[in-house]
């Protein structure tokens, strides 16, 4: 299996719970941090690659490489991202570099992995988007419009390759205690904003999408208060809307 962003948060505990509980055969950790990617290869006795994932030739040597040396992929943790940007003013250049982080590298992934998946009779798509793109990110447009299109892609691939024996699960999470959360995180307003249901550390979240995997579940949601709040979205979206400006106005500065 692989893992992208395994060098810390998410992506490290996740590479964590497959290799240990989970009894994976061989993890490998993909990172642009290639020495922290490389530690915690080393801690768990896997593989390591440096892959900066908002570019499609590194993505496909992370899965050319692989499956040349270690055989088929058969589960891929699509998991790196960034939170940056704020307004809808950002510069094409950040509009361009977070989504290519954010949504492409899932694009990419599927793009190289699912015919091969689909030729050997399935395998399993997993990928890290947020409650962002379920509800939406006060104070970054950027974050909520690409995670919106993560969770999207994850949907479609669901419903057209099931089929094809392929699994997908998307994870949607809120704040987790990450570099994202943290206080040089590049949004501080919109971190704080997450927490306001509590701050999960990553081996719990790594927890709930080991059981959604299990399960073959579409959505890995570690903060069960996510569901309602879609519930409430879907039910009355003007009043979902007036309750998530006034959300703003509590959070956010001028």
Not at 21 to 43: F, K, L, S, Y
Not at 101 to 129: D, E, K, Q
Request: aromatic share 6%; proline share 4%.
């Amino acid at each position: 299996m692989v893992v992208t962003g395994a060098a810390s948060g998410i992506g490290r505990a996740l590479a964590r719970v497959f290799a240990g509980p989970e009894g994976a055969r061989h993890v490998v950790c993909a990172d642009i941090d290639g020495a922290g990617a490389e530690a915690v290869a080393t801690e768990l006795g896997g593989s390591a690659q440096a892959v900066d994932v908002g570019s499609e030739a590194d993505i496909v040597r992370l899965i050319e490489t692989t499956e040349s040396e270690l055989g088929p992929i058969d589960l891929f943790c699509s998991n790196a991202g960034i939170a940056e940007g704020k307004g809808i003013d950002e510069p094409d250049e950040m509009w361009d570099r977070i989504w290519r982080i954010n949504t492409m590298s899932h694009v990419w992934a599927a793009r190289h992995l699912v015919p091969r998946m689909v030729a050997r009779g399935g395998g399993y798509l997993f990928s890290t988007a947020s409650a962002a793109g379920l509800l939406t990110q006060i104070g970054s447009v950027t974050y909520a419009v690409t995670k919106h299109a993560a969770v999207a892609l994850a949907e479609w691939l669901s419903i057209t390759h099931h089929r094809d024996g392929i699994r997908v699960t998307v994870l949607c999470p809120q704040a987790v205690r990450t570099n994202m959360t943290g206080p040089n995180s590049a949004n501080p307003n919109a971190a704080s904003v997450a927490s306001v249901d509590g701050l999960l550390e990553p081996e719990v979240v790594a927890q709930v999408c080991v059981e959604a995997i299990d399960e073959e579940r579409f959505f890995a949601l570690p903060h069960e208060i996510v569901t309602e709040y879609r519930r409430r979205k879907v039910a009355d979206p003007d009043r979902w809307l007036g309750g998530m400006r006034r959300l703003q106005e509590r959070y956010m500065e001028d």
